[in-house]
């Protein structure tokens, strides 16, 4: 039996097979070691749900029983408050520096990651902040209050009162004189072509520039589209080529089929009539009385190999394996029986299998003709799209106008 060949996946199937053992000896070795103590989980809400086997001298029983999470000690919740308080005062700011001097929307989270406390909010006086911590609009600058944060734990319970100070925002006020100041440019040039955008407001040099919208990011969709292309698109193109091959072949088949079917009925054997056909053809395409075919040219292949000392058995099997279409093969298959064994029905056979042809190709023309009226269903739903925009945008900009 030969070797399997060396492949770059062997050290990953290596790999996988030995970390596959590896976790399956450790459940092996855990679940044969006896144990005394499981471990709980860090909060209290994380309970476990555990099934073991118990063993005594009589036997084993299988149980199953909840382990509750972990509950902090009250001298364990005061050790972390410290921490806990300064962690708390850092998400409520924000971006803000102090709360003797916010400026901007604050936090009010219900948890902090890697704390138990639960935090409920009471603010004096109401009204300064949203739900969402943001600082309502109409309120009369500076404004100070008290935010009173309410933890509780299983039991626990205790209040932080922090005080604060809103005061006006730089940003907002800076805010406002830029659009003022744009204001006041466009009204100083309506009579002009283009708006001046201001350069400077309260002594700051400011540059505008267009937002970027989601729609200028939809050109990069078409790279990995165009890398396709660019490393799948010669096999593509040769799948595409081998098609239109193979529709020149159907297309050119009856007629080669019948054309040899008459050469027999007229008393030429089947190389003989492949050789008046091919000198023809070459005649034809030297005048230029015809366009080349591939199904031609193949025959023409197959005269040469068979002029070269290629027995004719394997010439006429050559060039049905070229071809690689089950009614060349057919042809094919009815010369290469008339060399092995005779038939005096040969010329009727291949003109029975050229009616076939014919057929098919009629076939094969009617579906043609409706794949392009099946294609031709989108540009004309186009153009009625066309038209449509055509009517209605003077419609619709008339009914603008009242």
Same mark, same amino acid.
């Given at each position: 039996m030969k070797e399997s060949a060396k492949h770059k996946y062997k050290p990953i199937a290596l $790999?996988? *097979?030995?970390l596959a053992l590896a976790a399956f000896a450790k459940g092996v070795l855990t679940s044969s070691v006896p144990q005394s103590r499981i471990k709980r989980g860090k909060e209290a809400e994380d309970d476990r749900q555990i099934v073991m086997l118990a063993k005594t001298k009589e036997g084993e029983e299988e149980i199953s029983f909840t382990v509750s999470g972990r509950k902090y000690s009250e001298n364990e919740l005061d050790r972390i408050r410290e921490d806990f308080d300064k962690e708390l005062e850092a998400a409520i700011l924000g971006e803000n520096k102090s709360f003797s001097e916010i400026t901007s929307s604050v936090r009010l989270p219900d948890t902090l990651p890697d704390y138990p406390f639960e935090i409920e909010y009471d603010m004096i006086p109401d009204g300064v902040f949203s739900l969402r911590g943001e600082i309502e609009e109409g309120l *009369? %600058? !500076?404004?100070?209050? =008290? $935010?009173? *944060?309410?933890?509780? &734990?299983?039991? &626990?319970?205790? =209040?932080?009162?922090? !005080? %604060?100070?809103v005061v006006s925002s730089e940003e907002k006020l800076f805010t406002k004189d830029l659009l003022e100041a744009i204001k006041k440019a466009d009204e100083e040039s309506l009579e002009e072509d283009y708006f001046i955008l201001p350069k400077e407001v309260d002594g700051r040099e400011v540059s505008f520039q267009t937002k970027r919208k989601l729609s200028d990011f939809i050109p990069l969709l078409f790279i990995p589209i165009a890398g396709v292309i660019f490393f799948r698109g010669g096999e593509i193109d040769r799948m595409e080529k081998n098609k239109k091959r193979k529709m020149q072949f159907k297309e050119a088949y009856p007629e080669l089929a019948m054309n040899i079917s008459m050469l027999i009925q007229a008393g030429f054997t089947p190389r003989g009539s492949l050789e008046r056909i091919g000198k023809k053809y070459l005649s034809q395409c030297a005048r230029q009385d015809r366009r080349t075919n591939p199904l031609y040219d193949e025959v023409i292949v197959t005269l040469r190999e068979m002029g070269s000392g290629v027995p004719e058995k394997s010439a006429y099997e050559k060039f049905a394996n070229r071809c690689n279409l089950p009614e060349i093969s057919r042809l094919c298959s009815l010369m290469i029986r008339n060399i092995k064994r005779g038939s005096e029905n040969l010329g009727a056979e291949i003109r029975a299998e050229g009616q076939r042809a014919v057929t098919a190709k009629r076939e094969l023309i009617r579906k043609k003709a409706e794949t392009a009226s099946t294609k031709l269903l989108f540009p004309m739903m186009l153009f009625l799209l066309v038209v449509m925009v055509m009517i209605l945008y003077p419609a619709f900009q008339s009914f603008s106008s009242f």
């Open positions: $790999l996988i *097979a030995l *009369a %600058f !500076p404004v100070s209050g =008290e $935010l009173h *944060a309410k933890i509780t &734990y299983d039991g &626990y319970r205790s =209040e932080r009162v922090i !005080p %604060f100070t």
